[in-house]
Each structure stands twice: as C-alpha cells, then as structure tokens.
C-alpha cells in the first residue's frame, strides 16, 4: 500500500507565526504536491516538485513556500501565518500511471488565528 | 483556460437512485480526466478516471460520460448507496499530473 504521511492532522496557529507542515512518502516518487482545499473552491494546487531541490509554483502560491531535500520529504512553508490561510491542506504523490491518479495523505487542517 | 467548472454544488439522492455530477472545462489540451472520491477526515482517492479517446467508461456502479466536443464529462452513479455519501471531485490534467480540480459535489445518499 502507498503511503503519504502528513505529520500534523491539526494545528492552530497565531497570526505572524511560521508554519511546517511536512509530508513523507514511501514510494520514491519523483513528483509530490502541496494542495489546498476550501469549500466550494475544490483542491488549488500551491506548489509542486519533480526532483530533490527542483520546485515550481502552483496556482496559488502566494504566501508560501516549500523545501524539499530529501527525495522522500516534501514540506510547505507558511512564513508568516495570516487568518485567510485557515484551510485543509494535502500532500499528493503521482502514481506514474496515465490516468491522473494521485495518492493524497489524510491532510493537515490548519487554524490561524 | 485551466478551470474545471462542477457542478451540483450538493446532491441529495434517494437509495438505489442515480446520481449525476456534471464537470465542464475549457482547455482542450488536458488529456486525462479523473474522479476523485473523498470521505470525511482522509484525502481524496481515486474512483475512476477516462482518457478523451473514448465516450464512455464504466467500473461496477459507476460510470463517465465523456463529451469532447462539448468539453463536458459527467459521473453517474447507478443505485446509489448510502455508502457512496462523500464529497466528489472531478478533475483534469495533461503531463506531470498536475491536476485541476474541480469545485467539488457533496453527495448524500438517503436511506
């Protein structure tokens, strides 16, 4: 079974604080993802990354930022929280199949307040 | 150009009913098309995905239309179970699996 690990289920934050939110996988994919979820918005892609240090912007990566140096680690990066990033967010990893399947994590439900 | 446009934004169905999520999208460019399914409290999963070089596919209850030249595909859900109740997300992608999702159906499947 693939396993995509996100390390925090829940956090809540203050305003101005810096956030980690890690995720690990087990499978030595190349490409993992960071998505965010809001109600009646779907998933948004924030960030992607292909390779170990190789990282490209999403559709809504203001405000954030990811590291990625271990090919098994991929973590996002709120530098300075504020209350609209209060959201659910998702890691993904592709499968290398050609039909678009990901394999999400359970997902990290941040509070800022 | 990138968006996926879902709609019914939520869905109430009688059991053993059927039920149609509709999903249009605008650039002819992506060339794969995935549903996702999502319970509370665990990320989404893959339900069943078409490629544009057929109309139609089917897997047990469910099934993806796929319209091309009205850039549409939908999801119809045969005898709906209340086990089916979850949030529905259709999507759509080209190369890398960069996917763009869609707004997302809250299913609820009565007894």
């Known amino acids: 079974d693939v396993k995509v690990t996100q390390s925090s289920r829940y956090l809540v934050k203050r305003t101005g604080e810096k956030v980690f939110l890690e995720c690990v996988q087990d499978?030595?994919?190349?490409?993992m993802f960071w998505y965010r979820q809001d109600p009646g918005l779907g998933l948004r892609l924030i960030y992607f990354?292909?390779?170990?240090?190789?990282?490209e912007k999403g559709d809504i990566p203001e405000g954030y930022s990811v590291s990625r140096e271990k090919k098994e680690r991929f973590s996002l990066i709120l530098e300075s929280a504020s209350t609209n990033q209060t959201s659910m967010y998702l890691c993904?990893?592709?499968?290398?199949?050609?039909?678009?399947?990901?394999?999400f994590g359970e997902g990290s439900r941040l509070t800022v307040l | 150009q990138q968006q996926v446009k879902q709609s019914p934004q939520s869905l109430i169905v009688q059991k053993g009913g059927i039920s149609i999520i509709n999903c249009a999208y605008e650039?002819?460019?992506?060339?794969?098309f995935p549903w996702y399914q999502q319970f509370p409290g665990k990320g989404p999963a893959l339900l069943i995905a078409?490629?544009?070089?057929?109309s139609e596919k089917k897997e047990g209850r469910f099934t993806i239309s796929f319209n091309k030249s009205a850039k549409q595909f939908s999801l119809h859900i045969m005898d709906s179970q209340p086990g089916d109740s979850a949030t529905y997300f259709c999507?759509?992608?080209?190369?890398?699996?960069?996917?763009?999702f869609g707004q997302g159906t809250r299913l609820t499947i009565n007894p």
């Open positions: 993904a990893i592709n499968s290398g199949s050609n039909t678009g399947e990901l394999f």
């Open positions: 499978m030595d994919h190349e490409n």
């Open positions: 990354s292909y390779d170990v240090k190789m990282k």
């Open positions: 650039n002819t460019a992506f060339d794969y």
């Open positions: 078409i490629r544009p070089d057929v």
């Open positions: 999507a759509a992608g080209s190369g890398a699996q960069k996917l763009v």
